[in-house]
């Protein structure tokens, strides 16, 4: 048999490995503490699975979706407005996804061709890359240094790439760095944008985790931005819904117009019950929302304070369920690190090579345990020595 080359693109996800990694030390008998995928284990509000169940108990909702219901354009529309004072036409501003990361990996499809310059961060959430790769692009990587605080800076970017870029994917607050954008950053990102004739796409998944007091922002709420781009937010975090698979792509009708076309060749639409459970989400009671980021900034407070105290020097992240940290000056590869992490601390986190180039010489750690199972996981990486460089076998 012959398959694509496109697959010669990509090796093993990295998360899949990881999860092979689990299982054999699981196997074996010893904890493991989980720290790798960012998949949230603060469950929804009983509202929202509420919704859910008694949508999934009626029988007429088994049939294809196709479209997204006006209910659910409706309440995306109303939860842009009030949160982040964004107008979206419902009918042709806002496209429903089976999760913000199939919408961020087949856009490129509808609007990439073969060849096409792509600006991508680095290091970046591996979809970006991905999703122009897999539609034929030439990626252009934009480093996101830490002496910048982690935010692009455009620029640098060459005038030749400029101007052939065709889009640019863009996130704040950032996965993995966990770095947030000031607003001079959106105001100059749309004269950009505009300058070149590049189309933006900006992922703002985790925009209600900003901590110590500050709210996040849409990029689409600066003036200009809709013009050239797009927003991809996602209910996976913020509502504890991420295996239901609930995301938006909202923003420039031209853009989301193209969006919806190819999605309308390859799906049949988000199920029923979930379009349910996504406007009880948005619309009903939002006390969940502040709970679940106050959950996160102790588990966020709880590890970076134990891991500095024991000498592994990181700095609190702004935002995001992630850490992103600094691997031990004795290590040259991340992916050295976490596999000795594993072996000898049962600890379990993200190299951050697979985040890009940049993502070489940081692991991320993601905020997805409770905080006395946190505070398990900074005892068993002290006792093992690995921070030392003697690791106890």
Same mark, same amino acid.
């Not at 889009?167 to 070149?196: C, G, H, Q």
């Given at each position: ?7 010669d ?53 088994? $049939? ?47 609007? $990439? ?26 990626i ?26 065709k ?30 004739d ?5 992922d ?15 990029f ?6 809709k013009?050239?781009?797009? =927003? ?20 420039n =009708? ?27 989400? $948005? ?21 970076? =304070? ?88």
């Open positions: 048999m012959k398959f694509s080359n496109r697959l693109l990509f090796g093993k996800s990295v998360f899949t490995k990881i999860v092979e990694l689990k299982r054999k030390k699981q196997e074996s008998g010893d904890e493991v503490f989980d720290l790798s995928i960012g998949t949230p284990n603060i469950p929804p509000a009983k509202h929202i699975i509420d919704a859910l169940c008694t949508a999934a108990a009626d029988e007429k909702n088994y $049939i294809y979706a196709i479209n997204d219901q006006n209910a659910l354009l409706e309440a995306v529309s109303d939860w842009y407005d009030k949160r982040y004072q964004v107008n979206l036409n419902p009918k042709t501003e806002i496209c429903s996804l089976l999760g913000s990361q199939e919408g961020l990996a087949h856009i490129s499809m509808s609007i $990439i061709d073969e060849g096409d310059v792509v600006l991508v961060p680095d290091p970046c959430y591996p979809v970006f890359a991905h999703g122009p790769m897999l539609a034929g692009a030439e252009y990587f934009m480093p996101q240094k830490k002496e910048n605080d982690y935010v692009i800076c455009l620029e640098d970017i060459p005038e030749k790439i400029a101007q052939k870029a889009a640019m994917l863009v996130s704040y607050p950032n996965n993995p760095t966990a770095a947030i954008a000031p607003d001079r950053f959106y105001e100059d990102l749309v004269a950009f944008a505009k300058k070149y590049i189309i933006v796409l900006h703002n998944a985790y925009s209600d985790l900003i901590y110590d007091g500050k709210k996040g922002k849409s689409l709420s600066f003036p200009g931005a013009d050239i781009g797009v =927003e991809f937010n996602s209910l996976s975090k913020t509502y504890g819904l991420a295996g239901a698979r609930i995301g938006f792509c909202v923003g =009708e031209k853009i989301v117009s193209s969006l919806k076309a190819l999605k309308s060749n390859v799906d049949y639409g988000m199920f029923l019950p979930i379009q349910t459970a996504a406007i009880a989400a $948005i619309s009903g009671d939002q006390t969940c929302v502040e709970e679940t980021k106050k959950a996160y900034e102790k588990r966020r407070n709880v590890l970076c =304070e134990g891991f500095n105290a024991i000498g592994w020097k990181m700095d609190k992240p702004q935002a995001t369920m992630f850490i992103w940290a600094k691997i031990p000056s004795h290590y040259e590869k991340s992916v050295d690190f976490a596999a000795d992490l594993i072996e000898n601390a049962g600890v379990l986190v993200t190299p951050g090579s697979a985040f890009g180039p940049s993502g070489e010489g940081y692991v991320r750690i993601a905020l997805v345990q409770e905080e006395e199972i946190l505070k398990r996981a900074v005892e068993a990486v002290k006792d093992s020595g690995i921070l030392e460089g003697s690791l106890i076998h």
